[in-house]
Structure formats: structure tokens, C-alpha cells
T-cell receptor, first 113, second 116 residues
Framework: DTGVSQDPRHKITKRGQNVTFRCDPI?????LYWYRQTLGQGPEFLTY????????KSRLLSDRFSAERPKGSFSTLEIQRTEQGDSAMYLC???????????FGPGTRLTVL | SQKIEQNSEALNIQEGKTATLTCNYT??????LQWYRQDPGRGPVFLLL?????KEKRKERLKVTFDTTLKQSLFHITASQPADSATYLC???????????????FGKGTKLSVIP
């Protein structure tokens, strides 16, 4: 069990650019979640996949955000036309069906200049 | 809408003492509540989960209580050590829509500092 991994760990981009983050969940976990965390706040839910199906999306997830999990394994989160307000830590978590515990990755820290 | 409050942003205690952190919630009836630890620049690490029909759960030096009448959970670290210094987050299942959901809703966290 290698845990949840995320890539890259840090990303600095200019306003208006597109960015894509990758998450590799724990191998036997069929559920995958994306959260966003800003300084001094707890993580906020963005979206959730069960296998390859995206089953929940937060109202926080604007049209500029899109997430995929094409084969039910790794997932990508893309942000188009980044804004300074998108600067945050983006966290991925996974869990297995039948359990309620979510295991988090180390996060991707995004800074939009 | 659902609200989660953790009693304080920061808590300082002396090494060896028991740290008690509080999580209060309103406008929701969670099926379970979880506690996570988060170190700076890292993702949350799961510590304990307690279900609505459980009053107390323990794991080594950690103890969690869950009072669904008071809508409150207490998280205790006994014999605290400097290595316990971190931010502790409580999380409830679901969102403020009241519908069933697999997402977690987190409090802002309490930063615990254990002073040697």
C-alpha cells in the first residue's frame, strides 16, 4: 500500500493559464474525492467519483473546473483560465466501498500570480 | 445550513497534560464523525471515526466522544507530547443539503501546540 499520491506537489502559474493535476488513489479503492483547502480553513469538497462515474459535484466547482477518472483508477483535475482566487491546496482522497474513512494524498499547492 | 465549529483556532498545553478539543455542529444529523490530524503543508491523516450510535471510542492515547443530543464531539489526547503538535480537524459525513452523501464537511481545525 503506497498511499494516495498527487502530482505535481507544487504549481506556480500565471493568471489565465490552464493547469492540470493528477491523483493516484490507493489501488483497491474505487471511490475518489477532490477537495480544496485555503489557509486557515478546513478542506472543502469539490467532487467525487465512484469508479469512473462522477457522482457528486459541489456548487464550488465552477465551469472552469473539470475532473475525470477515465478508467476508474487515476484522476485528473483541470482548471481553465486560472484566477488568483484559485490559489489553494488541492487535495485528493480515496476510500473503498463499504468503508467511510477517506485517505488523503499530500496535496498539490497551486499559486496563481 | 450545516455549520461545524471547532472550539478554538489554537490551543497550547504543557507536555504530559491531556488536550481536549471540541467540535460542535448544527442543522445536521450525521451518521458518523471523523477526526483527522494535519501537519503544515501536508494532507490530513485519519485518526478516528465514531458513529452516531457510539458514545466513545479509543485508540492508544486518543479518545473521542460523540453526543448527538448536544451535537458535540470531544477529542482527547492523553499524556500529550510535543510530537502531537498539529492541526486537528473534525469532519462530518454529507453536506448542508441534508441528503446522503459520501463527501466530508470539515471544520476549520484547532492548532494544538504541546509545550515541552
Amino acid at each position: 500500500d503506497t498511499g494516495v499520491s498527487q502530482d505535481p506537489r507544487h504549481k506556480i502559474t500565471k493568471r489565465g493559464q490552464n493547469v492540470t493535476f493528477r491523483c493516484d488513489p490507493i489501488s483497491e479503492h474505487n471511490r475518489l474525492y477532490w477537495y480544496r483547502q485555503t489557509l486557515g480553513q478546513g478542506p472543502e469538497f469539490l467532487t467525487y467519483f465512484q469508479n469512473e462515474a462522477q457522482l457528486e459535484k459541489s456548487r464550488l466547482l465552477s465551469d472552469r473546473f473539470s475532473a475525470e477518472r477515465p478508467k476508474g483508477s487515476f484522476s485528473t483535475l483541470e482548471i481553465q483560465r486560472t484566477e488568483q482566487g484559485d490559489s489553494a491546496m488541492y487535495l485528493c482522497a480515496s476510500s473503498s466501498q463499504g468503508t467511510d474513512t477517506q485517505y488523503f494524498g499530500p496535496g498539490t499547492r497551486l499559486t496563481v500570480l | 445550513s450545516q455549520k461545524i465549529e471547532q472550539n478554538s483556532e489554537a490551543l497550547n498545553i504543557q507536555e504530559g497534560k491531556t488536550a481536549t478539543l471540541t467540535c460542535n455542529y448544527t442543522n445536521y444529523s450525521p451518521a458518523y464523525l471523523q477526526w483527522y490530524r494535519q501537519d503544515p503543508g501536508r494532507g490530513p491523516v485519519f485518526l478516528l471515526l465514531i458513529r452516531e450510535n457510539e458514545k466513545e471510542k479509543r485508540k492508544e492515547r486518543l479518545k473521542v466522544t460523540f453526543d448527538t443530543t448536544l451535537k458535540q464531539s470531544l477529542f482527547h489526547i492523553t499524556a500529550s507530547q510535543p510530537a502531537d503538535s498539529a492541526t486537528y480537524l473534525c469532519a462530518l459525513d454529507g453536506d448542508d443539503s441534508g441528503a446522503g452523501s459520501y463527501q466530508l464537511t470539515f471544520g476549520k481545525g484547532t492548532k494544538l501546540s504541546v509545550i515541552p
